[in-house]
């Protein structure tokens, strides 16, 4: 049996995901939100179904009113916080990052 994500989030904390179709656009996306001061919790995780990848993060310095400041999301991702998203996640994907991703991953891009 294949093991689920281990999704680290306190429950009460809302989230963002961040839809994208290449690992290229995901490491864009971390190393631009880790550029421009982003301070919240995130994972990674990787749909093998659809080839796409997904960027967990909690709110942190990520809120409505700092949105201006992360114009990487038009670019690179689709933002959301549907809860059938969080679902697809947690039944048919599989982690790349599952602390810090945004820090992590950012070092990639």
């Not at 999704?7 to 864009?28: A, G, Q, S, Y």
């Not at 992360?70 to 959301?80: I, N």
Request: charged share 30%; aromatic share 10%; with cysteine.
């Amino acid at each position: 049996m294949r093991e689920r994500p281990a999704l680290d989030f306190d429950r009460t904390e809302p989230k963002n995901i961040f839809c994208v179709e290449r690992l290229e656009n995901l490491l864009l996306l971390c190393r631009h939100l880790s550029d421009d001061g982003y301070t919240g919790d995130s994972s990674a995780y990787k749909d093998v179904e659809q080839d796409m990848y997904y960027l967990l993060a909690t709110e942190g310095t990520l809120r409505p009113s700092t949105l201006p400041r992360f114009p990487c999301l038009r670019e690179f991702a689709f933002l959301t916080m549907n809860f059938t998203y969080l679902i697809r996640i947690i039944e048919r994907c599989r982690p790349i990052c599952d602390k810090n991703a945004v820090e992590i991953l950012g070092k990639l891009a």
